[in-house]
Each structure stands twice: as C-alpha cells, then as structure tokens.
C-alpha cells in the first residue's frame, strides 16, 4: 500500500539532500492526497447506477485527540474529478521517478 511506501520513503529522507528531500516529501504529500480522493470515490460510489449524481460516502476514524470515535464524510463524484485525480496521480508518479533519477544510489 501507498502509507508503506510513503512510511519507508520517510525513513531514509534523511539521507538525501534537503532540498531534494523537501520535493520528495511534497510530492508524497499530494500523492497521498490525491490517492484518498480516488479512494474515497472508487471504493464508496458503487451503490450508484452512473456518475450523473453519485457520492460517495466513508466512515472516517476520527483521532482520540479530539475524541475518538468516528464520522461519515461524503465525497461528490463526476467522470471529471475522478479523472483529474488519476491524472495528478499519473503526473505524481512521473515527478516522483525524475527525483529518484537525481539520488545517486537509486540508479
């Protein structure tokens, strides 16, 4: 899964340079943005017949810091957004491999 991949990646930040290691954390960050909107449409929109009017909905854990327990958020679905977000999700993955390019020991 992508929070493993993220979790290893953060672990070895350390060893790179900071400016690299700051794009490689950006982009990670809106990876894992863009990943929990797709999440949120593909694995909740089901229910509905086309994507006219769908919405998807999840139950999201809510942290103990502001008192546990847990809440359903909803997420508007079109063919747009989730194509726009498969789209960030393509481009994230080309820019992720061009920084991997610059470290010298991943080649």
């Known amino acids: 899964p992508a929070s493993q991949v993220s979790g290893q990646v953060d672990k070895r930040l350390h060893l790179i340079d900071d400016a690299l290691a700051v794009r490689v954390r950006a982009a990670l ?3 894992k943005d ?9 694995h909740s929109v089901w229910p509905n017949p086309g994507l006219d009017a769908a919405q998807g909905w999840r139950s999201r854990r ?42 010298p020991s991943a080649r």
Do not use: F, Y
Request: aromatic residues 2%; negative net charge; without cysteine.
């Open 29 to 31: 960050a809106r990876a």
């Open 34 to 42: 863009a990943l929990d909107r797709r999440n949120a449409v593909v």
């Open 62 to 103: 809510m942290p103990k810091s502001v008192g546990g327990g847990s809440e359903i958020t909803w997420t508007p679905a079109s063919a747009q957004t989730l194509t726009a977000d498969i789209t960030e999700l393509v481009d994230l993955s080309t820019e992720l491999m061009q920084i991997v390019n610059q470290i």
